[in-house]
């Protein structure tokens, strides 16, 4: 016997529908479970401390535990890829950091591509940078500083946490704009006792690493790497207010394995969105430095792309190479 045409029309028509229906009753009921968010970097750090917190307010906000699970390595090559092999359906989270989008100019052989791999989820916000410099060294200001390495190419030491790291390309940008050439020095432990020492002279660190030097006297800041001033360091300078258009940020965000629904995705924004507005959590991350940008997840994937494009070009540059 035939098949009525109609009947199967409207069968088919349920079939296509089951999905979609599928993904927005799994939105409804999400999370059910506990969910992990992945660390690529070591415990008692800023990311860290960061992701905890952020952590801590999903699992309040959203009913469930969200635990942080740190995995570090390979510049949080070992975290990003856990990620990108999960599955999709929002029970494995990412913490994403400036790093990743340098991470794909250096390593040439990663197994994942961040950009393609990686679904942005939601902003938390940036962690600025000062460039700082030993009280010794022969400069006070950004132009001093560039006139300076100008005469003596290759003599000024910049320390940075490693090749590729935020602090290198930061330092590496400052030079492509600013047209003078410094020598990278990286380093595996803390960079401040070389530095507190005089054995190297400059350095782009995260403000919160800083400041206290700073404060202190211990280290002279020259300028932060933001578009604006900060309040923390309210009497010093922008680096763009004498390199036109140079700004160099950590920053943090949560992402999920390509593929995760976009109901589940934007739970997750909207309660991380939440959180950034709350006074209380916001005084929670300015207190660890963080300058709170929250964006919708479409936002957040254009600033990424935006990012990517960018470091692309200062490691090419740099000729920035994995140690």
Same mark, same amino acid.
């Given at each position: 016997?035939?098949?009525?045409?109609?009947?199967?029309?409207? =069968?088919?028509?349920?079939?296509?529908?089951?999905?979609? +229906?599928? %993904?927005?009753?799994?939105?409804?009921?999400?999370? &059910?479970?506990?969910? %992990?968010?992945?660390?690529? =970097?070591?415990?008692?750090? &800023?990311?860290?401390?960061?992701?905890r917190l952020i952590s801590e307010w999903? &699992?309040?906000?959203?009913?469930?535990?969200?635990? +942080?699970?740190?995995?570090?390595?390979?510049?949080?090559?070992?975290?990003?890829?856990l990620v990108v092999r999960a599955a999709p359906d929002g029970y494995t989270l990412l913490l994403v950091v400036?790093?990743?989008?340098?991470?794909?100019?250096?390593?040439?052989?990663?197994?994942?591509?961040f950009s393609r791999d990686i679904a942005p989820v939601a902003s938390i916000g940036g962690i600025p940078l000062a460039m700082a410099v030993t009280p010794s060294f022969p400069a006070n200001t950004v132009p001093e500083f560039i006139a300076y390495a100008k005469a003596n190419p290759g003599k000024v030491d910049m320390a940075s946490s490693g090749n590729g790291s935020? =602090?290198?390309?930061?330092?590496?940008?400052?030079?492509?704009? !600013?047209?003078?050439?410094?020598?990278?020095?990286?380093?595996?432990? &803390?960079?401040f006792p070389d530095l507190l020492a005089g054995q190297v002279q400059v350095t782009f660190s995260p403000v919160p690493a800083v400041i206290g030097y700073v404060q202190a006297g211990k280290l002279r800041a020259? !300028?932060?790497t933001t578009a604006r001033r900060l309040d923390v360091l309210p009497d010093v300078p922008t680096v763009a207010e004498f390199v036109p258009g140079y700004e160099?940020?950590?920053?943090?965000? =949560?992402?999920?394995?390509?593929?995760?629904?976009?109901?589940?995705i934007d739970t997750l924004n909207t309660a991380v969105a939440d959180g950034l507005a709350d %006074?209380?959590?916001?005084a929670r991350l300015h207190d660890l430095g963080v300058v709170v940008n929250p964006m919708t997840a479409a936002?957040?994937?254009?600033?990424?792309?935006?990012?990517?494009?960018?470091?692309?070009?200062?490691?090419?540059?740099?000729?920035?190479?994995?140690?």
């Open positions: 016997m035939e098949f009525p045409r109609r009947r199967f029309l409207h =069968l088919a028509a349920g079939a296509a529908v089951l999905p979609a +229906v599928s %993904r927005v009753a799994m939105a409804d009921n999400y999370p &059910s479970r506990p969910v %992990r968010v992945i660390v690529g =970097l070591p415990p008692a750090n &800023s990311p860290d401390i960061i992701a999903l &699992s309040e906000r959203l009913g469930q535990p969200f635990v +942080v699970e740190n995995r570090p390595g390979a510049a949080t090559g070992i975290a990003t890829e400036a790093g990743n989008t340098v991470n794909g100019s250096v390593f040439k052989n990663l197994n994942y591509d935020v =602090l290198h390309v930061a330092g590496a940008l400052f030079q492509m704009m !600013a047209g003078v050439d410094l020598t990278h020095i990286p380093y595996r432990n &803390s960079l020259l !300028a932060v160099a940020t950590g920053w943090l965000g =949560l992402g999920a394995p390509k593929g995760t629904s976009a109901g589940v %006074r209380n959590f916001k936002e957040f994937a254009s600033y990424i792309a935006t990012e990517t494009e960018k470091w692309a070009k200062v490691v090419k540059f740099a000729d920035i190479k994995p140690e």
